[in-house]
């Protein structure tokens, strides 16, 4: 069963930058594909980044691009979202997914929050 623990989330002023980790175990991800969702009090889950672990190949939300980074350690089995230029905006809880290529998403964790100040 794959686990995923998502950290590295806080309070940082506007302009200011986090980095999120999501610690992954359970399965060997070579065929995975790893995301970074997030959802405000009151929206719907957006899409934010997403890596194919194999390949490294990356998408991001419109909302991120340019200013997040996702990757991922292999030697570590974890992914990480570099955020900089952050704006109140992407306050939100982040939650990191995997699936299968070609399957749906799985069940949601208790993702980090990231607030970020004016």
């Known amino acids: 069963q794959v686990q995923l623990v998502e950290s590295g989330g806080g309070l940082v002023q506007a302009g200011g930058s986090l980095r999120l980790s999501c610690a992954a175990s359970?399965?060997?991800?070579?065929?995975?594909?790893m995301a970074w969702f997030r959802q405000a009090p009151g929206k719907e889950r957006e899409f934010v980044a997403a890596i194919t672990w194999s390949s490294g190949n990356t998408n991001y939300g419109d909302s991120v691009k340019g200013r997040f980074t996702i990757s991922r350690d292999n030697a570590k089995n974890t992914v990480y979202l570099q955020m900089n230029s952050l704006k109140p905006e992407d306050t939100a809880a982040y939650y990191c997914?995997?699936?299968?290529?070609?399957?749906?998403?799985?069940?949601w964790g208790q993702g980090t929050q990231v607030t970020v100040s004016s």
């Open positions: 997914n995997a699936r299968v290529l070609g399957t749906q998403y799985g069940s």
């Open positions: 359970g399965r060997t991800f070579t065929n995975y594909r």
